[in-house]
């Protein structure tokens, strides 16, 4: 028995609302868990995700940061280094705010 344009819409629109009941209680969820921190989402090379608070988000920028400073001063290209020396400061000095 194939669906009419309106049936369709319909299923599509309940889809649609259970998609956003969903997200919201997943975002419920998360808040009472981590205390209303702020939460980042982290991807890695595979695609897969990790919920982390700013802290650890931070030192995942940092070692990013780090291993992106190293490749410009291999490469000479200082001026980069220096540019990216700034940010890992800026870095820095956040997660010793965080941390006291």
């Not at 209680?25 to 700013?54: A, K, M, P, W």
């Amino acid at each position: 028995m194939p669906l009419n344009d309106n049936e369709i819409e319909r299923l599509a629109q309940l889809i649609f609302e259970k998609l956003i009941e969903k997200e919201r209680l997943f975002n419920d969820q998360e808040l009472e868990e981590t205390g209303n921190t702020q939460l980042y989402h982290v991807y890695d090379d595979l695609g897969n995700i990790s919920v982390v608070d700013e802290t650890t988000f931070l030192n995942y920028e940092l070692s990013r940061l780090n291993y992106l400073e190293l490749e410009y001063v291999k490469d000479e290209e200082f001026e980069k280094a220096n540019i990216i020396q700034n940010k890992i400061n800026k870095i820095k000095s956040k997660i010793k705010k965080l941390n006291d």
